[in-house]
């Protein structure tokens, strides 16, 4: 369901759906809500919860999602910033995965994660 509500939410914060539709009163507010970064915030958390563990993605993703606006690919994308940050080790490591369309490395559901 959260990935449908993604697809058809109006407002995106770092790629992470609101799941609603607020217009925006006043464009100069709109500065203000570009200096949220949740996927930051996901990662920071995802370190916290899981230290000194290893996990898939899809088990990370299935054990943290519920109750979260994020979905799969938010998931994906915090992870893969942590991964560039060194925050993380993966395997297989980003160097040994393909590339999307877009340029970034992919980051199937069975890339192993290992938190410091």
């Known amino acids: 369901m959260k990935d449908i509500m993604h697809s058809v939410s109006s407002e995106y914060d770092d790629g992470v759906a609101n799941f ?3 217009p925006e009163q006043n464009e100069q507010l709109s500065i203000l ?3 949220s970064k949740p ?3 996901l990662g920071e958390g995802l370190l916290k919860r899981y230290s000194g563990r ?3 993605m899809a088990e ?3 054990d943290h999602n519920v109750g979260t606006p994020f979905i799969s690919s938010n998931y ?3 992870l893969r ?7 993380i080790t993966t395997s297989p490591p980003a160097e040994k995965r393909r590339n999307a369309k877009d340029g970034s490395k992919t980051f199937g559901d069975n890339v192993m994660v290992k938190f410091p």
């Open 20 to 22: 609603s539709y607020i």
């Open 33 to 35: 809500f570009g200096y």
């Open 39 to 41: 996927l930051d915030s």
């Open 54 to 56: 290893t996990m898939t």
């Open 60 to 62: 990370i993703y299935k």
């Open 76 to 78: 994906k994308e915090a």
């Open 81 to 87: 910033r942590l991964e560039s940050a060194n925050l």
